[in-house]
């Protein structure tokens, strides 16, 4: 009898807390929430990319439903970090902070990024379905959170994919992708490339910069077991592994475009798009790009797959952006500024956002069959989400500066100015210089990445 | 009736606004010159004893005399960079002052009036364009597959170069659009050098002599002179602060080919954030750019 009446009272409070949190629900509206922030204007920085085009379209929406007015600079990636930088230290008018992976060591250990519990704990701020659960694991991870607590909302969000010509592999005698790095290098590579007819077999993004260090160095190190520090910070680079995957490298130059090192993403993007090369290994967000027929000529050519698999697996690149809430904005634009992040990152904006050219983090939206078949790049990218590394580019502070060197020493390793063993060499001592002097090999600083 | 007493002069007032008018028309001029070169020299004369890093709040400002000069001077990429851009300039400036000369005298030339008009017009065009703008142009001048570079050099059999991906390419590429951007400076320049000499001096030495060499180097050089050294100053100044058009090209790269010292100041500045060290390359670039223009005037202008 007891037990049957501990039972019906519990059943009862889960009814109760159940009907609570529906109704509260039910209760909090955007609109309400914003009221007084009406008027307010909130400051962003955006980049000329599909993702911020899509949150272009459907800001005014937010606008209207809340009277907050968001207004956004568009600025070059490089230029990015430099400005909100500046902006922090000045204590500059941007109120949304954009947030790239490898920023958020850097932007949350000097505090110049609010915790989101500062606005989740105010329940007249919160959206009850914010549901941060609903966010693919890895990216809430990697792109918004740092040291166990959450700073941003993933916002912009890539996978590295390989794009390919099917067309192209057809007439090769080819089915389909290659499924592996090995495979990629020594049975489709000599088959796709044709330099007298200004034909390549690949072509892998190796500009000066970011785009080398990310872009290129990185993707080779980890499906070959490789990485770029140890577990206790100490370059790993001349591991058999890491080397391996930066002689790999060097060995599939000869089947890409001349001038490789070069090739920003416009280039490579391009050269899949004229139908200069067969195979780009590349972010999901370039998919809108290579399926325009204003500017691609792949058509019903264009095929997408994962990134191929090394002798560690399925490691592809993983990049993106969250977006977070400056510290140095006053209160009123910080919380006006949280509601956008909340509701341009919500389940419920998920398939606009989608429709609109935009990438969202959020794993409900993918498993619609309608948006599989629709977007072909869904299926890799969620494959890839599942199975990649959060920190495929360290986090820490430090990796604007080492980000730097590997963009001059794998250049020049790729140039064939030095050997891999040797450039290896010579980014290692140079980036445990950096790690040293940043106090992680003295126990000042956590080994956070 | 006593004498008119000498009347005592004024006792003199300190006076806070001088009714100079060379001092109201020179202050306008002195105080921007204050305040947008002079005062941000001090600042980085004085960052560049500070460790002063923006991307590290926490290490604060603290004092460390000579340490960033000390960083700087032994650091084998700052002397790279520092190279390169000497290189640079050296190879650079000669075809820039050479092709200039060609065209002022050209241009000095009494025939063809319109159409004289019209190339001192058609001059300031590359002038006027924006660094990064030229930059970008050059990216698609130079670049392979649909560059104009590459096309012309199709009708006389060359195969496609590679000239943004291999470094010497690279470099000359950055060059050629360099000797376009600034050439027709060092042509207006000399042409208003020309445009000094007395036209009866000039006549009598026509008849005196065929030879338009022993004419230039006896009569129009002299003049020239101070328009050669104003540019070997400018010019040299502004190669060693390139920056946008080199950034938008090749973005410093492949490698360290065209990482001038510029941009690698701008790395240290902001990428790195290193403020401090940045701003120690940067004072010792300026006492470069000093030493320089003291050189030029001490053997190039002498001989005016």
């Given at each position: 009898m007891k037990n049957s009446i501990r039972q019906a009272a519990a059943a009862l409070l889960g009814a109760a807390a159940t009907f609570a949190a529906a109704s509260n629900a039910a209760a909090w509206t955007l609109k309400e929430a914003a009221a007084p922030y009406s008027g307010t204007t909130i400051s962003a920085i955006f980049l000329d990319r599909p993702g911020y085009k899509a949150a272009e379209t459907l800001i005014p929406q937010f606008e209207k439903e809340t009277g907050i007015k968001v207004k956004w600079e568009v600025l070059p990636y490089e230029n990015t970090r430099e400005r909100q930088v500046l902006n922090f230290v000045s204590g500059?008018?941007?109120?949304v902070a954009l947030v790239d992976v490898v920023w958020l060591g850097e932007f949350a250990s000097n505090k110049w990024i609010v915790p989101i519990k500062t606005f989740t704990d105010n329940p007249k701020l919160t959206?009850?379905?914010?549901?941060?659960?609903?966010?693919f694991p890895i990216l809430l991870n990697a792109f918004g959170t740092w040291n166990n607590t959450v700073y941003g909302l993933p916002f912009d969000n890539y996978s590295g994919l390989m794009f390919y010509n099917q067309c192209k592999l057809k007439e090769a005698g080819?089915?389909?992708?290659?499924?592996?790095w090995d495979e990629l290098l020594n049975v489709y590579a000599p088959k796709l490339t044709n330099a007298s007819k200004n034909q390549y077999a690949f072509a892998l993004q190796?500009?000066?910069?970011e785009t080398q260090s990310a872009d290129s160095f990185m993707r080779m190190l980890w499906p070959f077991?490789?990485?770029?520090?140890?577990a206790k910070f100490r370059?790993?680079?001349?591991?058999p592994q890491s080397q391996a995957g930066l002689e790999f490298r060097q060995k599939l130059m000869k089947y890409?475009?001349?001038?490789?090192?070069?090739?920003d993403h416009a280039e490579s993007v391009n050269a899949l798009a004229q139908g200069h090369v067969a195979m780009i290994t590349e972010w999901s967000a370039f998919y809108p790009t290579l399926t325009d027929p204003s500017k691609s000529k792949l058509g019903n050519c264009l095929g997408v797959a994962t990134e191929p698999s090394g002798p560690a697996g399925l490691k592809p690149a993983l990049g993106g952006f969250s977006l977070a809430v400056n510290a140095k904005a006053p209160k009123k634009k910080q919380e006006a500024a949280w509601l956008f992040i909340q509701w341009i990152t919500s389940e419920a904006m998920a398939r606009p956002y989608l429709e609109a050219g935009g990438v969202p983090a959020r794993m409900a939206v993918y498993q619609d069959p309608a948006v599989q078949k629709k977007f072909a790049f869904v299926k890799p990218m969620v494959t890839s989400w599942q199975g990649g590394v959060p920190d495929f580019r360290p986090r820490f502070p430090e990796w604007p500066a080492i980000s730097e060197i590997i963009g001059e020493w794998g250049t020049k390793i790729m140039l064939g100015q030095v050997s891999v063993h040797d450039g290896s060499v010579e980014i290692g001592k140079r980036m445990e210089t950096i790690l040293q002097k940043a106090g992680y090999y003295d126990g000042k600083k956590p080994l956070l990445k | 009736m006593s004498s008119p007493a000498v009347s005592a002069p004024p006792p003199r007032r300190l006076r806070l606004?001088?009714?100079?008018p060379a001092f109201w028309f020179l202050a306008p001029a002195v105080f921007a010159l204050a305040v947008i070169g002079i005062y941000p020299l001090l600042v980085a004369l004085y960052n560049s004893f500070h460790h002063y890093n923006l991307a590290d709040p926490?290490?604060?400002?603290?004092f460390i005399g000579f340490d960033n000069y000390v960083a700087t001077l032994t650091d084998p990429s700052f002397w790279g960079a520092l190279g390169r851009t000497l290189a640079f300039l050296a190879l650079t400036l000669p075809i820039e002052l050479g092709l200039g000369l060609f065209a002022a005298l050209l241009l000095h030339r009494q025939a063809l009036p319109r159409l004289r008009a019209v190339a001192r017009v058609s001059l300031v065009i590359p002038m006027a364009t924006t660094y990064a703008v030229v930059g970008l142009i050059g990216r698609l001048v130079f670049n392979?597959?649909?560059g104009i570079a590459n096309y012309l050099l199709g009708f006389l059999?060359?195969?496609?170069?590679?000239w943004l991906g291999n470094p010497t390419l690279a470099f000359v590429s950055v060059m050629i659009m360099d000797v376009w951007q600034w050439t027709p400076f060092c042509a207006l320049i000399l042409l208003a050098g020309l445009a000094m000499v007395p036209r009866e001096v000039e006549e009598a030495a026509r008849l005196e002599t065929p030879r338009w060499t022993m004419i230039f180097w006896h009569q129009q050089r002299p003049y020239l002179l101070p328009g050669i050294t104003a540019i070997l100053i400018l010019r040299s100044a502004d190669m060693l602060k390139m920056f946008d058009a080199v950034f938008t090209m090749t973005?410093?790269?492949?490698?360290?080919?065209?990482?001038f010292i510029s941009i690698y100041i701008q790395r240290i500045g902001?990428?790195?954030?290193?403020q401090g060290m940045a701003s120690a390359q940067a004072v010792l670039l300026l006492v470069l750019t000093i030493v320089l223009s003291r050189l030029y005037i001490r053997y190039v202008y002498r001989e005016a």
């Open positions: 500059g008018d941007e109120d959206d009850p379905n914010l549901n941060l659960k609903g966010f080819f089915n389909g992708p290659p499924k592996t190796s500009r000066r910069g077991g490789g990485s770029l520090v140890d370059s790993n680079l001349l591991s890409m475009p001349p001038g490789i090192v070069d090739y | 606004m001088p009714r100079s926490e290490s604060g400002t603290p392979r597959q649909f059999g060359v195969p496609p170069l590679d973005r410093g790269g492949p490698g360290t080919a065209t990482e902001f990428r790195i954030f290193d």
